[in-house]
């Protein structure tokens, strides 16, 4: 693992310092852009769950990004899909049959408007709300075919803070740094006392659309259940006036109350991506 | 100067990774003797809900066991855990380990045979249709289907609930229409996932009807149990076979099959065969230990619809036969004559 880490740094050394070198001046920030950015890369992700087990189960995952962003004169507006899935295996039982199969989809819509300019710094920030919709699906698998299912559905509005560095007053490198912070959500799945007691559960119809049924049980949750935070760091450099790279480190923890105050679900995200971009 | 920002933004990249998982998330708990049985026993206290039904106290274990693993290795705590488990004598309470597995023992008199159809060409025509799951044949009597269900496995991947192999039950239904009357087989059913033992028991469905009753264990006090829930059958399914039916069971019909039995046993149409099944449905968990080991116990206690409690005790059959050693060294099937004779002289 810390060979890939190794790799994608060096990559971003080498990028960086070529991003570093070239000669593009347009002022960005008096243009509007679509840019349109695929990614992957690697993330490594912790779980702990515990409702399920007392240890920590944490792997990597090879995840696919998708973003399209609309960079206007005094908006952002950003849409975002996220998916990976990956096997996860605690520091204890990792050569016996215990495992997570682990699913982590994510959508997401920002928008900010222009709230604060520092001119010296080359650095704007912007102030919005961010809509976002995940799934953290875990099926934690005992013995040889018996497993649990455990997970996190959140669909939620957030505080979304943003700010863009340009390195230089008339280039095309940007630093982006993003905070998300989620107030309010309606969550599903939420209240089990364990993988089988859950009033949510209880009357189950197993032959309809058990994700209609279970989507009609959520419940609104606030900081007393939810705790979420997400950054993200990018740098955004072009190679002409059409392409470019795009270089993020995204960073997400949530702690989400599984039953009363016994247990919590705390999940830890950190994702390396290199995304090819496209500006419109 | 474009230098120091390179290695300041690598820095802040290395710093936030390696300090997350610390920072954010506790550290394993400590893998020692003690603490594993602390773990084992807080699980059990907060989550198994038949101590009351089997009259186990559960302090008492902790008062006995506790001074023994203080500093044993782990043979002695795979020693104890035994003990525990085989105590406890639930069907579903059961410890896997590298040591060695514990599993529950029935303590019922070894009538039945183990193994399948005993001389089936004496009862049942050859020609066996069959998906992976479900296979189903007729008997020598035409008259007569003859379905074997050995398991209710499958079906608990991520939202898929149920399995959809079950549904060939809709097929089979519509090909036997005619047929005087239906025999299910599962007395080598051990059980599985009851969402797969409803779907096809709905297809005997002549009305929405309880069919049992269960608590469970709500909260980490003794006494937080969740009032009588009541499970219910109602009509699924493109074809309802309301006509003569009868289940065989064995002590070996466990678990989800058990809830099949009590969901057929409230259909006026059904008739069960056999011997009182093994006596644990239970809503089964599993859980792990810092030291991987892995345990499995009940969350619930179910009872048949009229609210007698069945773990530990079984279902009683409405016609009880025993097919023994003897009459299976023979060739006789006993369960099964009984079956077609149950069958045959219904109206």
């Given at each position: 693992m810390k060979t890939i880490l190794s790799f994608i740094l060096i990559i971003i050394v080498i990028l960086i310092n070529t991003s570093f070198s070239q000669e593009i001046t347009t002022d960005v920030r008096t243009q509007t852009h679509h840019l349109i950015t695929f990614s992957s890369g690697m993330s490594l992700h912790s779980v702990r769950d515990e409702m399920m087990s007392p240890l920590i189960y944490s792997g990597t995952q090879i995840p696919i990004a998708l973003s399209y962003r609309y960079r206007g004169l005094s908006n952002r507006h950003t849409v975002a899909l996220f998916y990976d899935q990956s096997d996860l295996k605690s520091s204890i039982t990792k050569n016996s049959s215990h495992y997570i199969k682990n699913l982590n989809m994510s959508f997401e819509y920002t928008f900010s408007t222009k709230a604060w300019a520092f001119e010296n710094l080359n650095t704007t920030c912007f102030l919005g709300a961010r809509f976002s919709c995940m799934l953290n699906l875990r099926n934690h698998y005992y013995l040889k075919d018996k497993s649990h299912m455990s997970a996190e559905q959140m669909t939620g509005l957030g505080i979304y803070f943003l700010t863009e560095t340009v390195f230089?007053?008339?280039?095309?490198y940007f630093l982006r740094v993003e905070v998300n912070i989620p107030f309010i959500s309606y969550a599903l799945?939420?209240?089990?006392?364990?993988?089988?007691?859950?009033e949510k559960f209880g009357?189950?119809?197993?032959?309809?659309?058990i994700m209609w049924q279970i989507f009609k049980k959520g419940d609104l949750v606030t900081f007393n259940k939810l705790f979420e935070i997400q950054a993200e760091i990018s740098y955004i450099f072009f190679v002409n006036a059409h392409f470019g790279f795009d270089l993020r480190y995204h960073f997400q923890y949530y702690s989400f109350e599984q039953f009363e105050s016994l247990f919590r679900a705390n999940v830890l995200s950190n994702q390396f991506l290199i995304g090819f971009t496209v500006k419109l | 100067m474009k230098m120091i920002k390179n290695i300041v933004f690598l820095f802040a990249f290395l710093l936030i990774f390696y300090g997350c998982e610390k920072m954010f998330l506790e550290s394993d708990?400590?893998?020692?003797s003690a603490n594993n049985f602390e773990i084992f026993w807080k699980d059990f206290n907060r989550y198994y809900a038949q101590f009351i039904i089997r009259n186990i106290n559960w302090d008492s274990v902790y008062t006995k066991y506790?001074?023994?693993?203080?500093?044993?290795?782990e043979q002695q705590l795979y020693s104890v855990f035994s003990k525990i488990v085989s105590g406890i004598n639930d069907m579903h309470v059961d410890l896997h380990t590298p040591l060695g597995d514990v599993n529950w023992k029935s303590?019922?008199?070894?009538?039945y045979p183990s193994?399948?159809?005993?001389?089936?060409g004496k009862y049942i025509q050859f020609g066996l249709s069959q998906n992976s799951i479900i296979e189903y044949r007729t008997c020598l009597n035409s008259s007569i289907g003859y379905i074997i269900i050995p398991t209710f496995s499958g079906g608990t991947d991520g939202l898929s609930?149920?399995?959809?192999?079950?549904?060939?039950i809709d097929e089979i239904l519509s090909k036997w229409k005619d047929k005087k009357g239906i025999i299910i087989d599962l007395r080598w059913n051990h059980g599985g996932n009851s969402n797969n033992a409803e779907t096809v028991a709905s297809r005997f469905a002549d009305k929405l009807r309880v069919y049992s009753q269960y608590r469970e264990?709500?909260?980490?006090?003794?006494?937080?149990f969740s009032q009588w829930k009541n499970s219910t059958i109602e009509p699924k399914g493109?074809?309802?076979?309301?006509?003569s039916v009868v289940i065989l069971t064995s002590r070996?019909?466990?678990?989800s099959a058990e809830m099949f039995v009590m969901a057929m046993q409230v259909f006026p149409h059904v008739t069960i065969v056999g011997d009182t099944t093994g006596?644990?449905?239970?809503a089964p968990i599993y859980r792990e230990l810092p030291n991987g080991w892995t345990y499995r116990l009940s969350t619930r206690y179910y009872a048949d619809a009229q609210q007698?409690?069945?773990?530990?005790v079984g279902i009683s059959p409405d016609v009880p036969v025993l097919t023994t050693v003897a009459d299976s060294l023979k060739g006789i099937d006993r369960i099964l004559e009984k079956g077609i004779e149950v069958i045959t002289t219904s109206k």
């Open positions: 230089r007053k008339e280039s095309n799945l939420n209240n089990r006392y364990n993988a089988n007691v859950s009357d189950l119809d197993f032959e309809k659309s | 708990p400590q893998n020692t506790r001074p023994l693993v203080s500093s044993s290795s303590k019922a008199p070894d009538s193994g399948r159809l005993i001389n089936a609930l149920t399995d959809d192999r079950y549904l060939v264990k709500t909260g980490p006090g003794k006494q937080d493109t074809h309802q076979f309301l006509k070996s019909t466990a678990s006596g644990g449905v239970g007698q409690v069945m773990e530990g």
